[in-house]
T-cell receptor, first 115, second 115 residues
Framework: DTAVSQTPKYLVTQMGNDKSIKCEQN?????MYWYKQDSKKFLKIMFS???????INETVPNRFSPKSPDKAHLNLHINSLELGDSAVYFC??????????????FGAGSRLTVL | GENVEQHPSTLSVQEGDSAVIKCTYS??????FPWYKQELGKGPQLIID?????GEKKDQRIAVTLNKTAKHFSLHITETQPEDSAVYFC??????????????FGKGTRLHILP
């Protein structure tokens, strides 16, 4: 069983379109994240949710809207896509407290290409 | 500010030799320092981590050292093997305004193991 699964793995779309990426974790973790990795491999945190509550928002443009229907799912919706949104988006999860706090388990990534 | 600096950006070592990657951080409140390995087409995977109450930790061929006074930490890989070729990221926990931490990553080191 995949611990953190993202769909789709690849996404190619035109500028101005709206797209979504879905993420699910079966680890029973409390906290989920979205990270963006650009072409230079820089990994930057975008959002963090704890049990459906937004706890970190790294001044990401409001075209990006995360949604967490339950603590096992965190989806990312992007409106009016721009060329600069092209990147690999990684979902991750962790426990909030205890020995596993901050230990991130990443998904395999979703490569978004905006043409 | 929130900053994790990582050096070098690229490292080539002969198979069997040792590799060392160094990182510095800016937030003196950081207390958790993980290292992730990212292979081509995959998400980052935790390989070792250290918390601030420990100065050194070892797991087989991998070791991490932490100097809290100088705010730097290092990854040491001994007896390198071809499968060690990957991009390695250091990271540090940054305390946010509430009781949650976020994990900030360095810019990565591309390690090449030469045959």
């Amino acid at each position: 069983d995949t611990a953190v699964s993202q769909t789709p793995k690849y996404l190619v779309t035109q500028m101005g379109n709206d797209k979504s990426i879905k993420c699910e974790q079966n680890l029973g973790h409390d906290t989920m994240y979205w990270y963006k990795q650009d072409s230079k491999k820089f990994l930057k945190i975008m959002f963090s949710y704890n049990n459906k509550e937004l706890i970190i928002n790294e001044t990401v443009p409001n075209r990006f809207s995360p949604k967490s229907p339950d603590k096992a799912h965190l989806n990312l919706h992007i409106n009016s896509l721009e060329l600069g949104d092209s990147a690999v988006y990684f979902c991750a999860s962790s426990q909030r407290q205890g020995a596993g706090a901050n230990v991130l388990t990443f998904g395999a990534g979703s490569r978004l290409t905006v043409l | 500010g929130e900053n994790v600096e990582q050096h070098p950006s690229t490292l080539s070592v002969q198979e069997g030799d040792s590799a060392v990657i160094k990182c510095t951080y800016s937030d003196s409140a950081s207390n958790y320092f993980p290292w992730y390995k990212q292979e081509l087409g995959k998400g980052p995977q935790l390989i070792i981590d250290i918390r601030s109450n420990v100065g050194e930790k070892k797991d087989q061929r991998i070791a991490v050292t932490l100097n809290k006074t100088a705010k730097h930490f290092s990854l040491h890989i001994t007896e390198t093997q071809p499968e060690d070729s990957a991009v390695y990221f250091c990271a540090a926990s940054i305390r946010t305004g509430n009781r949650d931490d976020k994990i900030i990553f360095g810019k990565g080191t591309r390690l090449h193991i030469l045959p």
